[in-house]
């Protein structure tokens, strides 16, 4: 299975929520799990180097994707992904990189983080309008993202039901520090909290 987290909107909070499932499904489902890292900025690998560091077991693998790579330009092996028992999850730049064409055509889920915000919105609508050009079938999954509890946003519903044209929106993800520390080797409990309500949201969708 590929799951790609991505939006053509930057800093929305992909790379945590990839950490976060992949957590999830590592010691709560017990499945194997993969990340690749196919952000310009390389941040994730970044983070799972550093947390080696620590005597704590590796949960999955992360690999780098340059971007000069050609290894997902053969639809074959991206079928092969598809196929594998292990759950492949792909953090994706905040651009609108042509590389990622055929990956995001046959992801079998997109999760789309974003804000209620003016300029996230209409990036993600483009980010929604470049699937329709492309073709992709993907099933999307938008995740409100560092959303401040107790702030009326004007246009959420509108928002909300503009999206719900296009997917299916989780439970929001609040403001929260303890997610500023998240690990690719263990959760704290305190981040269990403040997240998992979208995590268990997400797998439903993907498990239907």
Do not use: C
Not at 23 to 45: E, H
Not at 111 to 130: G, K
């Amino acid at each position: 299975m590929i799951i790609s987290f991505a939006n053509q909107k930057g800093g929305v909070g992909k790379s945590t929520l990839v950490i976060a499932y992949a957590n999830y499904l590592a010691t709560v489902k017990k499945v194997p799990v993969k990340i690749w890292d196919w952000d310009y900025q390389k941040s994730l690998y970044t983070k799972f180097v550093q947390d080696e560091e620590t005597s704590l077991d590796k949960l999955y693998d992360v690999e780098v994707v340059e971007h000069d790579s050609n290894l997902f330009q053969d639809i074959n092996n991206i079928l092969e992904l598809k196929d594998d028992e292990t759950i492949h999850l792909f953090d994706l730049a905040g651009t609108l990189d042509a590389n990622y064409t055929d990956l995001l055509r046959y992801s079998d889920f997109t999760i789309i983080p974003f804000e209620y915000s003016d300029f996230t919105i209409q990036s993600t609508l483009i980010f929604i309008n470049i699937l329709g050009l492309i073709e992709s079938d993907t099933e999307k999954i938008f995740v409100p993202f560092r959303i401040d509890k107790g702030v009326n946003y004007r246009k959420k519903e509108l928002i909300n039901s503009e999206l719900e044209r296009f997917g299916v929106i989780t439970k929001p993800v609040y403001k929260r520090k303890s997610l500023q520390t998240i690990n690719t080797r263990k959760m704290t409990s305190k981040q269990k909290q403040d997240i998992f309500k979208t995590i268990i949201d997400i797998h439903n969708n993907i498990d239907k």
